[in-house]
């Protein structure tokens, strides 16, 4: 009974956090992303890690719509010489706690529920015989023992190297439509996903040399098409208050996917992408 109150009160933040972008959703009357918000809070019924995924990513895009909607109507009363700082306070509160929210699925309970880096109990075994495999071939050949990527696995990672690489462009996406942008913004996280799980469908393993290529696949792209839609917001853009808002938001989220591919590729090269 405890266990549960207090899977109660850590996903209590979270649901909060959904309601209230889906009210900030419901007055602007984006009814697509209210629906969203709602399929959101009935998700975290499923415990599965891939819920966990798009709940996160859902949180960091509301983080981000939250900032938004302070500097733009804190902005609208201070050209009025209304009072903005309250408002700018209330707003930005509202910001943090959709943020904290993302960190509170690394708790020992909500990992549990959610079978947060767990591992198939039966696999033990089976690692430490390939394992022992591995090294016997390895010190009869002279070379460590890799299981070669299949042509499907390869298939599969370079359409996941593609995505990732021209996810900023959803930027340009969002500042003509709003709601579209953020619901591929999902999709971005949704169809990671997917094709992972494809990915160790097809099975294999990329060797050191095919990580390191893999991530100058991906992050080039990236910083390349970061930088022109930053070039794009930075011309197109007449507000100086807009420009320092967008261009740093871009930039950090440039940053977050390629720490995230240095850590997948580059990090520990004997970890399965």
Not at 183 to 190: E, K, P, S
Not at 220 to 234: D, E, G, K, N, R
């Amino acid at each position: 009974m405890k266990k549960r109150l207090l899977i109660l009160m850590q996903l209590a933040p979270v649901v909060l956090s959904f309601l209230l972008i889906g009210a900030h959703f419901f007055r602007a009357g984006h009814w697509l992303l209210v629906f969203v918000c709602l399929i959101l809070v009935g998700s975290l019924i499923v415990r599965e890690p891939v819920i966990v995924r798009i709940v996160r990513a859902a949180l960091l895009l509301a983080t981000f719509e939250w900032l938004r909607a302070a500097y733009f109507f804190g902005s609208a009363r201070f050209e009025h010489g209304e009072p903005w700082v309250r408002l700018a306070a209330i707003i930005g509160g509202v910001a943090l706690v959709s943020f904290m929210s993302i960190f509170l699925f690394y708790t020992k309970s909500l990992k549990e529920m959610y079978h947060l880096g767990e591992e198939p109990k039966d696999t033990d075994d089976d690692k430490k015989t390939l394992a022992a495999a591995s090294k016997s071939l390895g010190a009869i050949s002279g070379h460590n023992s890799i299981e070669p990527a299949s042509p499907e696995f390869l298939k599969i990672h370079n359409a996941k190297l593609i995505l990732n690489a021209l996810s900023p462009f959803l930027f340009v996406l969002m500042d003509s439509f709003m709601g579209i942008g953020i619901v591929a913004f999902i999709g971005v996280g949704l169809g990671n996903s997917f094709l992972r799980k494809k990915m160790n469908a097809a099975g294999g393993r990329l060797s050191p040399e095919a990580k390191k290529a893999s991530f100058l696949k991906q992050t080039i792209p990236m910083l390349t098409l970061s930088v022109a839609v930053m070039a794009f917001f930075y011309f197109a853009t007449e507000f100086i208050r807009v420009k320092l808002i967008i261009l740093p938001v871009i930039a950090i989220y440039t940053v977050i996917i390629c720490l995230a591919a240095y850590w997948e590729y580059i990090h520990d090269s004997d970890v399965n992408c």
